[in-house]
């Protein structure tokens, strides 16, 4: 019992550096809040880890299956390789929140030309 004590603190920790970097380097603006996929970037969320990290890695290396994943090149070098384990853990645990707000736009009548 104990140990489960520990590992659920860490693993919070954890979870939030890697929601923290996700913002911070503005993955969100391309791959959506969860990771769900945006336009011409894949959905990484739920991914199995193992998918995940492979793919980083080959990133890492330069290596990318479309001319869109080129700009993800210099995300996945800045990942030191603690990182690129647990980014690749959040995002295989990432779920879209079905009751939050973060897309909710609320728009006035008049400011959006009546349409």
Do not use: W
């Not at 030191?80 to 879209?96: F, G, P, R, V, W």
Request: aromatic share 10%; glycine share 10%; hydrophobic share 35%.
């Amino acid at each position: 019992m104990l140990k489960l004590l520990l590992f659920i603190p860490l693993f919070t920790y954890t979870y939030a550096n890697m929601e923290a970097l996700y913002l911070k380097n503005a993955c969100n603006s391309c791959h959506g809040m969860y990771g769900e996929g945006m336009g011409v970037s894949p959905r990484i969320q739920g991914i199995p880890k193992g998918v995940l990290l492979r793919r980083l890695k080959d990133l890492q290396q330069g290596k990318t299956r479309s001319a869109f994943g080129a700009v993800m090149i210099s995300f996945a070098k800045a990942l030191d390789e603690n990182q690129t384990s647990e980014m690749a853990e959040y995002l295989s645990n990432l779920q879209t929140r079905v009751n939050d707000d973060r897309y909710d736009i609320e728009y006035e009548p008049a400011g959006d030309g009546g349409s």
